[in-house]
């Protein structure tokens, strides 16, 4: 018996327009960076400065995006999905670890485009047969 907890997300790389943040107040920073509801912003307050806190923390919920048009200073911060990098989390409770859970998945996975490859090599010698007028005899 194994039980897998398994998640996918995206790796998002933020930009903070640092021209566009130094118009900002302090309190207008502390208010922008409260509206994040994953916390993937903070406000530093040795030098007043907002920082990326955790790039993973990221999530698709645009309230920044909002809260820069309420303040009138859109574009303050750019969240771009890395298209090369995601993260996959893995936890299990049961038999077999994370590592093996993965390992068999990816077998099995190679296992069946192998097959999808077999069946195209088929499929296209079977066209050029036929376009050359070869028979199965």
């Not at 509801?37 to 995006?65: F, M, R």
């Not at 909002?66 to 299990?92: S, Y």
């Amino acid at each position: 018996w194994c039980l897998t907890y398994y998640s996918y997300r995206v790796f998002c790389a933020g930009c903070l327009l640092q021209a566009l943040m130094d118009t900002l107040t302090l309190e207008e920073k502390a208010d922008w960076v409260a509206c994040w509801p994953s916390k993937a912003v903070k406000l530093n307050a040795t030098t007043g400065q907002i920082e990326v806190e955790d790039h993973e923390l990221y999530q698709y919920d645009d309230e920044h995006l909002a809260k820069e048009i309420a303040m009138g200073k859109p574009g303050l911060c750019q969240v771009i999905q890395k298209m090369d990098t995601f993260v996959f989390t893995v936890e299990a409770s049961g038999a077999l670890r994370p590592e093996v859970i993965v390992m068999n998945a990816l077998d099995v996975l190679i296992g069946k485009i192998n097959n999808l490859q077999t069946a195209l090599d088929a499929e296209k010698n079977e066209q050029a047969d036929a376009e050359f007028g070869f028979t199965g005899l």
